[in-house]
């Protein structure tokens, strides 16, 4: 149901959100930046003793994922910014993710030190060494209680496998793979091997001058470990079976709607380009986000999208401006709540728009602090596109377009959602009844 | 589609943004500039269209005023129907680009449909100052005016955009005007895959030697033309690629008048033929923009600087003999026109200054089809192995393509 959320918490970071992910529990969040950092959040047991308050997300572990790096052999500087971060389901007292860039994919470990073994008699007070001619017992050490620690390890560097932009990553249902996707090639890694990985998707063309379309997004079938789909910036969506052979380069299904002749106009290629693409968590539909809409597909029918929900069209008319000031690249993504019944996606003016695909009824949120006190509910808004302004609508000409919300999460079973704006994550919970 | 933004501006736009991802941090965005190319593609396609509408449009006048004048039209005119822009099928893959007619397309545009017409007078300005100088001696080489029909008619007619000149529509022979059967050369920066505003940049009749002209190549033509610098494989495969795409200044049983211009994008030498005179490097600065390469008569054009005499009778008789062959030796080239582009491309986005010398190169590059543009992509070590170093450089260069001549601008 969609309700008025009430804010938990507002975290400024110190730099801008490029990726914003929850682990397969919810009990993790992890964000990353463009300054190659990742920064975890934990969510609060529930004290007995505060049933009133949910567990809020507080701060957990802060690493460097990946820094800036220069390849000397093509003269090019590859950016830290953090593109993705994918959780590994948990399997023992450890978290894994898979964080990447544009080239190299890692995959951390996440643990906790809470006790620390004391009692070592080889060594004297200072830390020397002492002489083995003094030493006449050997003490077992004790483990004795310690301030929590959270250190995270780099346990596997996936590198120098992608030629073009790594765009996508994501964890295969099998838990024992992985696939990369760049603009024109999907890779599937096993975890444990870092030095080879399988290319299953090539759309390079022979002659580059031939390019019509690059990759733009790709993820694993929920449940079918075989089956992935990825997304063009032609607008189409490829499902792949690798049953099917080695290399999937045919598709299993295709899925594009025919353009409408009417829209027909400078931009159409751009803004027909898919930004994102999600299964659903049933794995029966996926969601394709464009620059002004976002699409529900059924798996079984390819011709056309089984919904389709307007963003903001009130920027159809404004394309020009959008594409001069570059804010028509935008890659907005999108999200399927826990029971995906409701879709999430993000806009400008830090905007962010929810739609019940069951009532079709649909709201626009706002992530700002001046309207966000902690238990405040959040006011719903709407842009006036002509006419008239009311007293709470914003024009569409006020917007701010440097103010855009491009990622946000929704955590997996509850309604608790994560906005990136910028440098500042909102979280958002229902509120307590 | 209502845009602020006229499909020059557009162009000019998206070129800059071309230009500076290149130097943006974390290398070439593929993505990004693939979707540029498109927003080109379109706005390029858009503006040709209405330029050949008005073109057309004149020359319908043209055609009646002649008419009026001059008794025996011997030249049956041909009228042919004025063509959406779509793209020959052969360009499946970028789509056909359904603009509509060329009524629609112009009803939809006005802010284009007045810059054309601003262009238009222009132009016309422009060709009366060539006038003058062409009837007093010194031709500055592509100043000369056109000789023959009248210059208001050559005006219309050399509003034509040198890299308009195109080959006629399913190879209909010409039957305009005396019409030098020049051809649009290899360089034609129009004729190729989509994403090339090099064509657009060409045009611009306010630069110093912009003397475009109609030039109409003759029936038979254009593969052969297009061959004719040995390499790049754009070019090559652009004339019959935009065949039956636009009408041909032909169609428009264009003036024999004024020039052609043409662009060598190998060699990046810029040739302008006008009533068989050859001229190359006539600016000023050095090197204009706007030569092109006529094959007035038998046999190939000759060198840099050589002038031939051309008779308008002999026109008619050859071009219908006439086949891409004759188009002859490239120019000699390895002239850069980069102080001529340099103005015109000004022209077009005033606050470029001092990127506009590699915008002109980006243009020739782009010229030549998207490669040009992923040049800077970290694939080249998956590029097709080097020719042989025994190879000269330049035809080395040629081979591999517009992507190579990327890297070497660069």
Excluded at chain 1, 100 to 123: F, Q
Excluded at chain 1, 261 to 279: G, Q
Excluded at chain 1, 298 to 303: G, I, R, S
Excluded at chain 2, 394 to 399: C, F, R, Y
Aim: hydrophobic share 30%; net charge negative; aromatic share 8%.
């Amino acid at each position: 149901k969609l309700r008025h959320h009430s804010i938990t918490t507002v975290t400024l970071l110190p730099d801008i959100i490029s990726t914003v992910e929850f682990n397969h529990t919810g009990e993790l969040l992890a964000t990353g930046d463009k300054g190659g950092r990742v920064v975890i959040f934990q969510r609060e047991q529930e004290s007995k003793n505060q049933i009133h308050r949910r567990g809020e997300y507080n701060v957990y572990s802060t690493f460097q994922s990946h820094e800036p790096e220069f390849d000397y052999l093509k003269s090019l500087e590859i950016e830290e910014k953090i593109n993705k971060i994918r959780w590994l389901p948990q399997q023992n007292a450890a978290y894994f993710l898979l964080s990447t860039n544009d080239k190299t994919v890692k995959l951390w470990k996440v643990s906790e030190r809470d006790k620390r073994p004391e009692g070592y008699n080889l060594k004297d007070e200072e830390g020397r060494l002492r002489d083995p001619a003094t030493i006449t017992t050997l003490r077992v050490p004790v483990l004795r209680p310690m301030d929590l620690m959270v250190e995270a390890t780099p346990r596997r560097v996936f590198a120098n496998a992608h030629t073009y932009h790594i765009n996508s990553i994501s964890v295969n249902s099998d838990y024992e793979t992985y696939m990369s996707a760049d603009d024109l090639r999907i890779n599937l890694w096993n975890f444990e091997i870092t030095n080879q990985s399988f290319n299953i998707v090539d759309i390079k063309p022979a002659n580059m001058e031939e390019l019509t379309e690059v990759i733009t997004a790709a993820e694993f079938h929920p449940h079918h470990c075989n089956t992935f789909v990825y997304s063009s910036s032609k607008g189409t969506i490829r499902l792949c079976d690798m049953r099917a052979s080695a290399l999937c380069d045919r598709h299993t299904k295709f899925f594009e709607e025919p353009e409408d002749p009417s829209n027909r106009s400078f931009f159409s290629e751009i803004i027909s380009s898919i930004s994102d693409v999600k299964f659903s968590h049933s794995g029966r539909y996926i969601m394709t986000r464009d620059y002004l809409t976002v699409k529900v597909w059924d798996l079984n029918m390819e011709n056309r999208p089984i919904e389709t929900y307007q963003v903001h069209d009130y920027l159809r008319s404004k394309l020009c401006s959008l594409y001069e000031n570059d804010c028509i690249f935008d890659k907005f993504e999108c999200v399927w709540n826990g029971s995906d019944s409701v879709i999430m996606t993000g806009s400008y003016n830090n905007f962010f728009r929810m739609f019940d695909r069951n009532t079709k009824r649909d709201v626009t949120l706002e992530a700002s602090r001046e309207n966000s006190k902690p238990r405040a509910i959040l006011k719903p808004r709407k842009v006036c596109v002509g006419g008239k302004r009311r007293k709470d609508e914003i024009s569409v000409d006020s917007l701010d377009f440097s103010k855009k919300i491009l990622h946000t999460a929704w955590h997996p079973s509850e309604n608790i959602i994560a906005v990136a704006a910028t440098n500042n994550l909102y979280i958002f919970q229902d509120k307590v009844n | 589609m209502e845009c602020a933004l006229d499909a020059q501006s557009l162009i000019s736009i998206s070129l800059r943004k071309i230009h500076s991802s290149r130097t943006q941090r974390g290398g070439i965005k593929l993505h990004k500039n693939l979707l540029v190319s498109y927003v080109l593609r379109n706005a390029r396609q858009l503006y040709l269209s209405e330029r050949y509408a008005e073109l057309y449009r004149r020359q319908q006048q043209q055609q009646q005023q002649q008419q009026q004048q001059q008794q025996p039209p011997h030249h049956q005119h041909q009228h042919l129907a004025y063509a959406a822009p779509g793209m020959p099928a052969s360009t499946a893959d970028f789509g056909p680009l359904q603009l509509g007619g060329g009524g629609d397309a112009e009803a939809r545009e006005p802010a284009a449909r007045h810059q054309l017409h601003q262009l238009h007078q222009l132009h016309q300005l422009h060709l009366q100052q060539q006038l003058h100088q062409h009837q007093h001696p010194a031709p500055r080489g592509c100043a000369a005016a056109a000789a023959g029909a009248p210059a208001g008619g050559a005006g219309a007619l050399s509003e034509l955009p040198g890299c308009a000149a195109l080959q006629p529509p399913h190879g209909a022979p010409h039957r305009g005007q005396p019409l030098e059967p020049l051809q649009p050369g290899p360089a034609l920066p129009l004729p190729l895959p989509p994403p090339a505003p090099a064509a657009l940049c060409l045009r611009d009749p306010r630069a110093s030697a912009a003397c475009s002209a109609p030039s109409a190549p003759p029936g038979a033509t254009p593969p052969a033309a297009a061959a004719s610098p040995p390499a790049s494989p754009a070019p090559a495969s652009s004339p019959g690629f935009y065949r039956g795409a636009y009408p041909a200044p032909s169609d428009f049983g264009v003036h024999c008048s004024s020039q052609t211009t043409v662009l060598d994008l190998d060699t990046h030498v810029v040739t302008t033929v006008e009533n068989g005179y050859l001229h190359q490097d006539c600016c000023a600065s050095a090197h204009c923009p706007c030569c092109g390469q006529g094959a007035p008569g038998p046999g190939p054009a000759s060198t840099t600087g050589c002038k031939r005499k051309y008779y308008p009778g002999q026109e008619e008789e050859d071009e219908d003999e006439e086949d891409a062959g004759d188009l002859g030796a490239e120019p000699p080239g390895g002239a850069p026109f980069a102080p001529c582009k340099r103005a015109r491309f000004e022209d077009f986005c005033p606050d470029s200054s001092p990127d506009a010398s590699n915008i002109s190169n980006l243009i020739s590059i782009f010229g030549s089809g998207f490669s040009g543009l992923v040049s800077r992509q970290p694939d080249s070590s998956e590029q097709p192995p080097p020719l042989n170093g025994q190879l000269c450089a330049k035809q080395a260069l040629a081979s591999l393509g517009a992507w190579t001549r990327a890297i070497v601008a660069f």
